[in-house]
C-alpha cells in the first residue's frame, strides 16, 4: 500500500514545497492578469453567471476560483491557496496521465517529477492563472486517444470540454478529441455510445462559447477580434512573415531548452540501440497528433496577430509536459535495458549498473550544460510583476474603510488591480484612470476639481493614491495611513 501511494504523494510533497519555496523568494503573481483573474473571480461571488469577465478571458477559470470563494471567503490568500493546490493536484495529475498510458511506475514518477520542476510549471503552478492546470487537463485529454475503452475515452472528452472553456489555445485538440471519438465510432459499435457522447462533449465548450459570442457580442468570434485589437494598440515591434512561422517551433526549445535537448538526446539513443522497435509508435501517434495540433493552432495565431499580449511561452505548457512523458519512457527503457547474456549472472549484473550508471551521469551532465551553458544564451527572460506595496495598501484599507463605504484607486500603471484584489471587496472598489491602451483617458488629478468629480461620479470618500501626487489634492483629504509608497485618504 505504501508504494503504491509512494509516488504522487513524493510528487505532490515536491510540487507543495517548490510552490512555498516560491512564495518565500517573494513570488506573487506572473503579470496583473493574476490580479484581474482575482477581481473577476470576486465579482463571481457577489453576481454568479457564465461569463463573469464580459471580455475574450474564458469562463471556467472564474466559475472554479468564484465557487471556492464562495466557500472560503473571497480574499487574496484565499486565491493564491487555491492557485497552489490546483499546481499540486495538476502535477499529480501528469503521473495519473502517465500510469493510464501503461508507463512504468519508474518512468510515471519521473514524468511528474519533471513536471512538477521545470521552470515554466514552477511559476505558472503556482500563479492564480489558469494555464499549468488547463495544460494538465489538455494532456489527459490528448493521452486518452490511445485507449480503446469508451469511459476512459469520455473522461479525456470531459477534460478537453473544461479545457476549451479555460485557453484558446486547446481548441484544436478539443476537436482532434472530438473527431477521433466520430472516427471510432463507426468501428468499434459495442463502444459506440460512449464514443459518440465524448464527440459531442469534447466539442462542447467552444461551441457553447461561440454561439455565446453571438448570443451576447453578435459576433461568434468577438474574442479574436479583441485580443488583436489590444496588441495593436500595445505597438511593439512588427516580425516578418519568416519570423511568424518559426517562432513557436523555436519556443519549444528556447523556453525549456534542458527539457527539449533531453527528449531529443533520449530519443536519438534509443533509436540507435534499439531502432524502431524500440519506440512505442502507435501509443504515442494519438497523442502526438493532438500536441501538434495545438503548436500548429499556435502558429496561425502568430499569423494572424492573435497571439497572447505578454508571457507568449505559457501556450506551449501542453507540449513540455507531453515532452516529460516521453523522457520517462525513454530514460526508464534505457535504463531498463538488457545486455546480452554474459559469462555469469555476476558479471551480468555489474555491466548493466555500470550502462546505468554512464545513462544517468550522460543524462545528467547534458541537462547541466544546458542549464549552464545555453540556457543563459537563448531562454527569453520576461520579469514577473511585484505588486506587494499594492496589496500593502489594499489590505491597509481592507481593514480601515468601513462596510459600505466605497474606495477609488489611482495608480501609475494596473496597479490598481492589486489593490482591488487585496481589497476583496469587489463591487466597492474601482480604478479613476485604467490605463487602458484603447482609450484615451485624462488624468483625473490634474486638478482637485476633477478628482471630486471622478470620486463623486464612483460615490467614493476614500482614494488610494501615490504619495508622491498628495500635494495634488484638495486642503479637504484626510491621510489616513501610508504604506510603502501608497496613501489612503479620505475626503472631510
Same mark, same amino acid.
Given at each position: 500500500?505504501?508504494? #503504491?501511494?509512494?509516488?504522487?504523494?513524493?510528487?505532490?510533497?515536491?510540487?507543495?514545497?517548490?510552490?512555498?519555496?516560491?512564495?518565500?523568494?517573494?513570488?506573487?503573481?506572473?503579470?496583473?492578469? %493574476?490580479?484581474?483573474?482575482?477581481?473577476?473571480?470576486?465579482?463571481?461571488?457577489?453576481?454568479?453567471?457564465?461569463? $463573469?469577465?464580459?471580455?475574450?478571458?474564458?469562463?471556467?477559470?472564474?466559475? /472554479?476560483?468564484?465557487?471556492?470563494?464562495?466557500?472560503?471567503?473571497?480574499?487574496?490568500?484565499?486565491?493564491?491557496?487555491?492557485?497552489?493546490?490546483?499546481?499540486?493536484?495538476?502535477?499529480?495529475?501528469?503521473?495519473?496521465?502517465?500510469?493510464?498510458?501503461?508507463?512504468?511506475?519508474?518512468?510515471?514518477?519521473?514524468?511528474?517529477?519533471?513536471?512538477?520542476?521545470?521552470?515554466?510549471?514552477?511559476?505558472?503552478?503556482?500563479?492564480?492563472?489558469?494555464?499549468?492546470?488547463?495544460?494538465?487537463?489538455?494532456?489527459?485529454?490528448?493521452?486518452?486517444?490511445?485507449?480503446?475503452?469508451?469511459?476512459?475515452?469520455?473522461?479525456?472528452?470531459?477534460?478537453?470540454?473544461?479545457?476549451?472553456?479555460?485557453?484558446?489555445?486547446?481548441?484544436?485538440?478539443?476537436?482532434?478529441?472530438?473527431?477521433?471519438?466520430?472516427? %471510432?465510432?463507426?468501428?468499434?459499435?459495442?463502444? #459506440?455510445?460512449?464514443?459518440?457522447?465524448?464527440?459531442?462533449?469534447?466539442?462542447?465548450?467552444?461551441?457553447?462559447?461561440?454561439?455565446?459570442?453571438?448570443?451576447?457580442?453578435?459576433?461568434?468570434?468577438?474574442?479574436?477580434? #479583441?485580443?488583436?485589437?489590444?496588441?495593436?494598440?500595445?505597438?511593439?515591434?512588427?516580425?516578418?512573415?519568416?519570423?511568424?512561422?518559426?517562432?513557436?517551433?523555436?519556443?519549444?526549445?528556447?523556453?525549456?531548452?534542458?527539457?527539449?535537448?533531453?527528449?531529443?538526446?533520449?530519443?536519438?539513443?534509443?533509436?540507435?540501440?534499439?531502432?524502431?522497435?524500440?519506440?512505442?509508435?502507435?501509443?504515442?501517434?494519438? $497523442?502526438? /497528433?493532438?500536441?501538434?495540433?495545438?503548436?500548429?493552432?499556435?502558429?496561425?495565431?502568430?499569423?494572424?496577430?492573435?497571439?497572447?499580449?505578454?508571457?507568449? %511561452?505559457?501556450?506551449?505548457?501542453?507540449?513540455? /509536459?507531453?515532452?516529460?512523458?516521453?523522457?520517462?519512457?525513454?530514460?526508464?527503457?534505457?535504463?531498463?535495458?538488457?545486455?546480452?547474456?554474459?559469462?555469469?549472472?555476476?558479471?551480468?549484473?555489474?555491466?548493466?549498473?555500470?550502462? #546505468?550508471?554512464?545513462?544517468?551521469?550522460?543524462?545528467?551532465?547534458?541537462?547541466?550544460?544546458?542549464?549552464?551553458?545555453?540556457?543563459?544564451?537563448?531562454?527569453?527572460?520576461?520579469?514577473?510583476?511585484?505588486?506587494?506595496?499594492?496589496?500593502?495598501?489594499?489590505?491597509?484599507?481592507?481593514?480601515?474603510? $468601513?462596510?459600505?463605504?466605497?474606495?477609488?484607486?489611482?495608480?501609475?500603471?494596473?496597479?490598481?488591480?492589486?489593490?482591488?484584489?487585496?481589497?476583496?471587496?469587489?463591487? %466597492?472598489?474601482?480604478?479613476?484612470?485604467?490605463?487602458?491602451?484603447?482609450?484615451?483617458?485624462?488624468?483625473?488629478?490634474?486638478?482637485?476639481?476633477?478628482?471630486?468629480?471622478?470620486?463623486?461620479?464612483?460615490?467614493?470618500?476614500?482614494?488610494?493614491?501615490?504619495?508622491?501626487?498628495?500635494?495634488?489634492?484638495?486642503?479637504?483629504?484626510?491621510?489616513?495611513?501610508?504604506?510603502?509608497?501608497?496613501? /489612503?485618504?479620505?475626503?472631510?
Amino acid at each position: 500500500m505504501i508504494r #503504491r501511494y509512494f509516488a504522487p504523494c513524493a510528487i505532490a510533497t515536491t510540487k507543495l514545497v517548490v510552490s512555498l519555496t516560491l512564495f518565500w523568494s517573494g513570488f506573487r503573481s506572473i503579470s496583473d492578469d %493574476d490580479f484581474a483573474r482575482v477581481v473577476i473571480a470576486q465579482q463571481f461571488v457577489t453576481y454568479p453567471h457564465f461569463d $463573469p469577465s464580459g471580455t475574450s478571458w474564458l469562463p471556467f477559470p472564474f466559475l /472554479l476560483y468564484g465557487s471556492a470563494m464562495t466557500v472560503f471567503g473571497a480574499t487574496l490568500v484565499a486565491a493564491q491557496v487555491m492557485a497552489v493546490l490546483l499546481g499540486v493536484c495538476a502535477a499529480v495529475g501528469v503521473w495519473l496521465v502517465a500510469r493510464s498510458l501503461h508507463l512504468s511506475p519508474r518512468a510515471a514518477l519521473v514524468a511528474g517529477m519533471i513536471a512538477a520542476c521545470m521552470p515554466h510549471a514552477v511559476y505558472y503552478g503556482a500563479a492564480m492563472v489558469p494555464d499549468y492546470s488547463t495544460a494538465v487537463l489538455a494532456l489527459v485529454a490528448s493521452a486518452t486517444l490511445s485507449s480503446k475503452h469508451g469511459r476512459t475515452r469520455a473522461a479525456g472528452a470531459l477534460a478537453a470540454c473544461l479545457a476549451t472553456l479555460c485557453r484558446y489555445e486547446t481548441w484544436p485538440i478539443a476537436f482532434v478529441v472530438s473527431g477521433y471519438a466520430t472516427f %471510432d465510432a463507426i468501428r468499434q459499435r459495442h463502444e #459506440r455510445r460512449w464514443l459518440v457522447g465524448s464527440a459531442i462533449i469534447a466539442s462542447l465548450g467552444a461551441t457553447a462559447w461561440i454561439l455565446h459570442g453571438l448570443a451576447h457580442h453578435h459576433d461568434a468570434f468577438f474574442f479574436v477580434k #479583441r485580443v488583436a485589437a489590444y496588441r495593436r494598440a500595445l505597438g511593439g515591434e512588427s516580425m516578418t512573415l519568416g519570423v511568424r512561422l518559426v517562432q513557436q517551433p523555436l519556443a519549444l526549445f528556447t523556453g525549456e531548452p534542458e527539457l527539449t535537448v533531453l527528449a531529443l538526446l533520449l530519443l536519438l539513443i534509443v533509436l540507435l540501440i534499439h531502432g524502431r522497435e524500440g519506440l512505442r509508435g502507435r501509443a504515442w501517434a494519438r $497523442p502526438s /497528433l493532438a500536441i501538434g495540433s495545438l503548436v500548429s493552432f499556435l502558429v496561425i495565431g502568430d499569423l494572424l496577430g492573435g497571439a497572447p499580449t505578454h508571457h507568449e %511561452d505559457r501556450t506551449l505548457l501542453p507540449a513540455w /509536459l507531453a515532452m516529460a512523458l516521453l523522457v520517462g519512457e525513454l530514460l526508464d527503457r534505457l535504463l531498463r535495458s538488457a545486455v546480452g547474456p554474459g559469462p555469469s549472472n555476476d558479471q551480468r549484473t555489474v555491466w548493466l549498473a555500470r550502462k #546505468r550508471l554512464v545513462v544517468s551521469v550522460g543524462v545528467l551532465g547534458a541537462v547541466l550544460a544546458v542549464t549552464l551553458i545555453v540556457r543563459p544564451r537563448i531562454t527569453k527572460s520576461e520579469s514577473f510583476v511585484d505588486r506587494s506595496r499594492e496589496i500593502g495598501i489594499g489590505q491597509a484599507a481592507a481593514e480601515l474603510v $468601513p462596510q459600505g463605504q466605497r474606495l477609488a484607486v489611482y495608480t501609475a500603471d494596473y496597479g490598481f488591480l492589486a489593490v482591488q484584489a487585496a481589497f476583496a471587496r469587489s463591487f %466597492d472598489c474601482a480604478p479613476i484612470l485604467r490605463h487602458d491602451p484603447r482609450h484615451h483617458e485624462h488624468d483625473p488629478l490634474s486638478s482637485p476639481e476633477e478628482l471630486t468629480q471622478r470620486l463623486a461620479a464612483l460615490r467614493a470618500r476614500y482614494l488610494v493614491v501615490p504619495t508622491g501626487r498628495l500635494q495634488d489634492l484638495s486642503q479637504q483629504t484626510r491621510i489616513e495611513t501610508e504604506s510603502n509608497g501608497f496613501a /489612503l485618504v479620505s475626503q472631510r
